[in-house]
């Protein structure tokens, strides 16, 4: 009875892991210490359950003329908002632009990822330990707004953006100087209403964005 019992509980644990496949602890697999915390803090259901992974957190369309050509210019902040690192091997951007993480990157918590059209503009422009990775070739942000898809390795899809210079998105971004910046976590960042213009010149590639300033 008793083994009867046990193999059942190991079933269904097993069926909340599978419908649930949440890499927990931010390790980069999904395993059996994965499956303690879920049973130790979310019983045998997914609800409730948190996604430790990155959001786009800043995209910089229009460089004005002042800093130079979009093409030198451009660029997209991913930022890892968890207490936990992440393994972002094989992720990737889609649609608007093209980029792929190397395999073992490790995002680090509370970090940022830039992807840039010219990464040698941003070579020792950025803080200390802040991932820089180019966009591939003959892709780049276009001024009147298009759609940034984060893609998990697995080709699925963790975050999208479709930005824009008018209907509630801020304007001064095409071409002004600043750049587009997400509010923060509290914020759905597919909305427009949840992204504002940077207080600083060319954005804040790398850093805490103006409006998570205590
Ligand atoms: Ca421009
Ligand atoms: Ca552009
Ligand atoms: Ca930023």
New binding site residues.
Partial sequence: MKTIFTSLLLTSCISALAQCPVDLNGNGTVDGSDLLMLLSSYGLSCEGLPIYEPKISEIH???STEQGT?TEW?FVEIYNPHEFGLQLGGWKLADAINATVPNETYMEPNSYIIFANDTTSYLGELPPFTILLPFSSSS????GGETIRLLRADGSESNQVTYSDYNGWPSEPDGGGSSLEWRGTSYDNLLPESWVSSNAFGGSPGSANSAWAD
């Avoid at 780049?140 to 001024?143: E, G, S, V």
């Fill in positions: 369309y229009n460089p979009d451009e780049n942000l276009h001024n």
